[in-house]
Nanobody, 126 residues
C-alpha cells in the first residue's frame, strides 16, 4: 500500500523552528520528485518547496527562500522540511506529495503530484 505520512507539525512562536518529516511506505521515495505544499484556511494549496529525484534540482517559493530547507534521506525513505524564522503567515496544514514522471527536475504545481500525505498542522503564534 502506497502511503505518505507527514509529522513534525505543532505550535511554535514567531521566529521559531520546526522540522517536518515525510515518510514513505510501499514505494521508494528516491524514485520520485517530492514536494511540500501548504494550505491555509480559505486559501488554495500552494507549493512551498520541491526536490528532484537526483537532488540536483531544488526549488523554493519566494515566500520561504532563505528560511526553509528541503532534504531527503533515502536510507530512511524520508524527506524533510526544515523551517526556520517562522512567521504567522506560515500557519497552514503542510502536505508532502510524490511525483513519478519528472526525472531531472521538480515543480511546485499541485496537479503534477501522484501521491499525497494527510497533512500536518503548523501554527505560528505568540
Amino acid at each position: 500500500q502506497v502511503q505518505l505520512v507527514e509529522s513534525g507539525g505543532g505550535l511554535v512562536q514567531p521566529g521559531g523552528s520546526l522540522r517536518l518529516s515525510c515518510a514513505a511506505s510501499g514505494f521508494t521515495l528516491g524514485s520520485y520528485a517530492i514536494g511540500w505544499f501548504r494550505q491555509a484556511p480559505g486559501k488554495e494549496r500552494e507549493g512551498v518547496s520541491c526536490v528532484s529525484r537526483s537532488d540536483n534540482k531544488i526549488y523554493y517559493a519566494d515566500s520561504v527562500k532563505g528560511r526553509f530547507t528541503i532534504s531527503r534521506d533515502n536510507a530512511k525513505n524520508t524527506v524533510y522540511l526544515q523551517m526556520n524564522s517562522l512567521k504567522p503567515e506560515d500557519t497552514a496544514v503542510y502536505y508532502c506529495g510524490a511525483e513519478y514522471h519528472l526525472i531531472r527536475t521538480c515543480v511546485l504545481r499541485r496537479g503534477e503530484y501522484d501521491y499525497w500525505g494527510q497533512g500536518t498542522q503548523v501554527t505560528v503564534s505568540s
